[in-house]
Each structure stands twice: as structure tokens, then as C-alpha cells.
């Protein structure tokens, strides 16, 4: 958990230097479907930056609430929070309730 903490620190100093969504997010959909966990947490956990913009990533970041591995699943419960659309908090409420 303090690696997850510290790493959004660091993504939210660096905030101001990222990429417009129309551009970024695409990029960081397709990087959740890598085979690296690692290459997932920090694309989801970068989606969580930009909010309603990600709002394309939440089908695949709903998928990964059921990742085997906990710093995934909440990693992608983080940014569907963040995102806030209905569909992505309601994925996380049901995610909860298993």
C-alpha cells in the first residue's frame, strides 16, 4: 500500500508534464491488456489521473477487479473511483460486496 501511495504522489507531481487524454488514454488502454502487472498498475493508476476522461477504460478496468493479484484490483478500484461514472462506481461497489 505505501508503494501504491507513493507512486500517486509522484504521478500527480509530475501531472502538469502528461499528455492530453485524447492522446494518453488510448495508449494506456491498450497498455492494461499487457502481460507485465506491472505495465497494468501504472496505466491504471495513471487513468485514475485523468477522471471522466478515461471513461473508455472502465469495461477493461472493470475485468481487472477480478486480477488474481491485489495491487491490480486496486489499482483498477482506485481509477474507476476516480473516473466516477455510474458504470465504474457501481463496478466498485459490487466488486466490494464479494
Do not use: W
Not at 491498450?30 to 473508455?56: M, T
Amino acid at each position: 500500500m505505501k508503494n501504491i501511495i507513493l507512486f500517486l504522489v509522484i504521478l500527480m507531481s509530475f501531472a502538469a508534464c502528461m499528455e492530453p487524454a485524447e492522446k494518453r488514454v488510448p495508449q494506456l488502454i491498450e497498455e492494461l491488456s499487457a502481460s507485465d502487472d506491472s505495465v497494468k498498475n501504472k496505466a491504471a493508476l495513471e487513468l485514475a489521473y485523468y477522471e471522466g476522461e478515461a471513461k473508455d477504460a472502465v469495461p477493461i478496468l472493470k475485468k481487472l477487479l477480478k486480477h488474481p493479484h491485489n495491487g491490480i484490483k486496486s489499482a483498477a478500484a482506485f481509477a474507476l473511483t476516480k473516473i466516477g461514472t455510474p458504470e465504474a462506481l457501481a463496478a466498485v461497489e459490487q466488486a466490494k460486496v464479494k
